[in-house]
Each structure stands twice: as C-alpha cells, then as structure tokens.
C-alpha cells in the first residue's frame, strides 16, 4: 500500500539577521534533507535533542511553515502541485505541548470542540462535539460550558485532542503532546490516543524526547541530529540493536533502561554543534567515539543494514556500499 505521508529531501534554514540593517548573516540549518516516509494507520515516533528539527519537520509537514526545498507528498498527491496547503490542513490536524496556549481561552469547551465541525460545515456540530468530548472522556454535562482555565492540564489535552478530531483528519501530529503531563494522566492519554488511532482509523507523527512514551506508542521510531536522519526502524528493532553510535547514547542515557541490558555506552559528551555552523561530513563526529577520518570529510548516507530491510541507518560503520564500512570493528552488533 502507498504511504500516506512520503518526504524527500526536505530543508528548512532559518536565516538570522544581525547587523543595524538587519541583513542575513547566517542560517540555522534546522532541517537539512531528511526523507521519510509515514504507512496509513501507524505511528511514527520521531526523537532525538532538543534543536534536532523535530519540531520543525512537524511544522513542515502540517504547512505551519513553508520548506525552501524538498517534496511533501500526502495520499499521493504533492504540496504545492496537485495538493493546496487548504486541502492539507482538513487532512492534517496537530496537538502540541501547551494546552492552554493551544485554546482559546474565551470560548467554552464545547464552543471550541464544535468548531472544527462548523468549519467543514457539518451538520449538528453541537451534538457531533458533545459525542466527541464524551469519547475523549469528558462528561459534556459537566465540561461543556466550562472554559479552558478551570480544566486540569490532562483535561485540556483531552479536549485538544476532541477538537483535533472534530476536524476529520486522516493524521495527527502529536508534538510533545503528553509531556506536560503526570506520569498517571500521561499513561491514560497514551491509552486514549492508542484506541482513538484504530477507531478513527488514524495515522499519528509522535514527537516526543521521552523514548519509553515513544516505545509504547510507536510503530517505528526515527532519530534526529542536527537536523538530519540518522536512523530509522522498526520500535522492537531498534530496541534490540541501537545501529548508530548517537542512537547509543541517546538509549543508554534512559533512565529506566535494564543495567543488564545496558551497552557500556558512555553519556554523550558536551553540547550539540551549533547548527548554524554543523561538523562536515559526518554531523555527528565531533561527539561520536568510532569517528575516523573518512567521518569527518564525508557524509554518510541512509541505508538498511544487512537483512534488516526496514532498519535503516546513516553511519560508516555501517555502509558497506561505501566501502568505508568497519561493521564489526568495535561496534557490537
Ligand atoms: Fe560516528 Fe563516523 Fe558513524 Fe558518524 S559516520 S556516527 S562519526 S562512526
Ligand atoms: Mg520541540
């Protein structure tokens, strides 16, 4: 089956203006040619840094922001060609960290949950939102008139997530959506989310920097750094075998990792690179312990590991292709 979401090559830099005229001195290279693609119905978690671009290739995706290159292509028609940024939004909705900012404050729940409903000019958006804040589990006896600021965290998120689906979306960007949360509302979020994906027949993009929430969401998960793919795979493929050295370091940092299971990784040594300026060849090098020269001067590129063809990984250790494969030398499998 055709992918839902397919993205090539896509680059944002964001330019930095400095001087008493304000011209660009610089650019952030926030997302600099990632490609990837998204299957109908599953999850995709995407992790890594804050500054990665994370939450940029969300705001991409969703046409908040506009790419300088590289292609969108959702249910097979292209951004920007057969696919307006209008008939994107009606297909993609978002749910961000913020609850509260997410709402506005003025509008009771109810108000805001049947917007969605009158926007695609449904019939009985009332009725519709009601049925919706009851599935989401809230009571619309007792929340319907209510506004934002005297709900909980939790509850707002819920009512977020309400009015993301009253929408009819096929996909939902979910960025940093349960992190303000207590673990325990975090963990009924995550139960709602998971069940509203198969009813609804949903396809979600998961962001988060927490990989144990990933892990329970997700079908796949996808690591950042610096702006840039560096792997990709199955939840349970990745859990067995981390195949790039900063996917490594990102897992051994977890807290709640099994010491047994825990590759003597050492904690990632200082601060990201500064993306305006980032490392040549390999972004990664300058932090990554296996760097050789070949790292430094040239760009590794993403691709399957032997047998795994849906673990994909851009490391040199691991490019046989290139020739400047070292799988073996010192990286355990
Ligand atoms: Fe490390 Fe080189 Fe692999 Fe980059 S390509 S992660 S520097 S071994
Ligand atoms: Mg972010």
Same mark, same amino acid.
């Given at each position: 089956?055709?992918?839902?979401?397919?993205?090539?090559?896509?680059?944002?830099?964001?330019?930095?203006?400095?001087?008493?005229?304000?011209?660009?001195?610089?650019?952030?290279?926030?997302?600099?040619?990632? #490609?990837?693609?998204?299957?109908?119905?599953?999850?995709?978690?995407?992790?890594?840094? #804050? /500054?990665?671009?994370?939450?940029?290739?969300?705001?991409?995706?969703?046409?908040?922001?506009?790419?300088?290159?590289?292609?969108?292509?959702?249910?097979?028609?292209?951004? /920007?060609?057969?696919?307006?940024?209008?008939?994107?939004?009606?297909?993609?909705?978002?749910?961000?960290? =913020?609850?509260?900012?997410?709402?506005?404050?003025?509008?009771?729940?109810?108000?805001?949950?049947?917007?969605?409903?009158?926007?695609?000019?449904?019939?009985?958006?009332?009725?519709?939102?009601?049925?919706?804040?009851?599935?989401?589990?809230?009571?619309?006896?007792?929340?319907?008139?209510?506004?934002?600021?005297?709900?909980?965290? /939790?509850?707002?998120?819920?009512?977020?997530?309400?009015?993301?689906?009253?929408? #009819?979306?096929?996909?939902?960007?979910?960025?940093?959506?349960?992190?303000?949360? =207590?673990?325990?509302?975090?963990?009924?979020?995550?139960?709602?989310?998971?069940?509203?994906?198969?009813?609804?027949?949903?396809?979600?993009?998961?962001?988060? $920097?927490?990989?144990?929430?990933?892990?329970?969401?997700?079908?796949?998960?996808?690591?950042?750094?610096?702006?840039?793919?560096?792997?990709?795979?199955?939840?349970?493929?990745?859990?067995?075998?981390?195949? $790039?050295?900063?996917?490594?370091?990102?897992?051994?940092?977890?807290?709640?990792?099994? %010491? =047994?299971?825990?590759?003597?990784?050492?904690?990632?040594?200082? =601060?990201?690179?500064?993306?305006?300026?980032?490392? #040549?060849?390999?972004?990664?090098?300058?932090?990554?312990?296996?760097?050789?020269?070949?790292?430094?001067?040239?760009?590794?590129?993403? /691709?399957?590991? %032997?047998?795994?063809?849906? $673990?994909?990984?851009?490391?040199?250790?691991?490019?046989?292709?290139?020739?400047?494969?070292?799988?073996?030398?010192?990286?355990?499998?």
């Amino acid at each position: 089956a055709q992918p839902l979401v397919i993205v090539r090559d896509l680059q944002k830099h964001f330019p930095i203006r400095g001087g008493i005229l304000g011209r660009t001195t610089a650019h952030v290279q926030a997302v600099d040619g990632v #490609s990837f693609s998204v299957r109908k119905g599953e999850t995709l978690g995407i992790v890594g840094e #804050s /500054g990665c671009g994370k939450s940029t290739t969300a705001r991409l995706l969703i046409g908040l922001i506009e790419k300088d290159k590289g292609e969108i292509i959702f249910d097979g028609q292209a951004l /920007g060609e057969s696919l307006s940024l209008r008939d994107l939004r009606r297909d993609v909705q978002m749910v961000f960290q =913020d609850s509260y900012a997410s709402l506005n404050p003025r509008l009771t729940i109810l108000d805001s949950v049947a917007f969605g409903a009158r926007v695609q000019g449904l019939d009985e958006p009332e009725d519709r939102a009601r049925s919706l804040m009851a599935r989401v589990g809230l009571d619309p006896d007792r929340f319907a008139h209510r506004y934002p600021h005297e709900l909980s965290g /939790g509850q707002r998120q819920r009512v977020n997530i309400a009015r993301a689906l009253a929408m #009819s979306p096929r996909l939902v960007v979910l960025d940093e959506a349960v992190s303000a949360l =207590d673990k325990s509302v975090e963990a009924q979020v995550l139960n709602l989310l998971t069940d509203l994906r198969r009813e609804y027949g949903l396809t979600y993009i998961f962001i988060s $920097h927490d990989l144990n929430v990933v892990r329970y969401i997700s079908d796949r998960i996808l690591v950042m750094y610096l702006g840039e793919v560096v792997e990709v795979a199955p939840v349970d493929s990745i859990w067995q075998q981390q195949a $790039h050295p900063y996917t490594r370091s990102l897992f051994s940092a977890m807290p709640s990792m099994d %010491p =047994d299971n825990r590759t003597k990784v050492p904690p990632l040594a200082g =601060d990201p690179p500064n993306p305006i300026n980032p490392p #040549s060849g390999c972004r990664f090098h300058t932090r990554c312990r296996y760097a050789e020269a070949v790292c430094k001067s040239a760009a590794p590129r993403l /691709g399957a590991l %032997p047998g795994a063809p849906d $673990h994909l990984t851009a490391c040199h250790l691991h490019d046989a292709a290139s020739g400047h494969s070292r799988a073996g030398m010192g990286i355990p499998a």
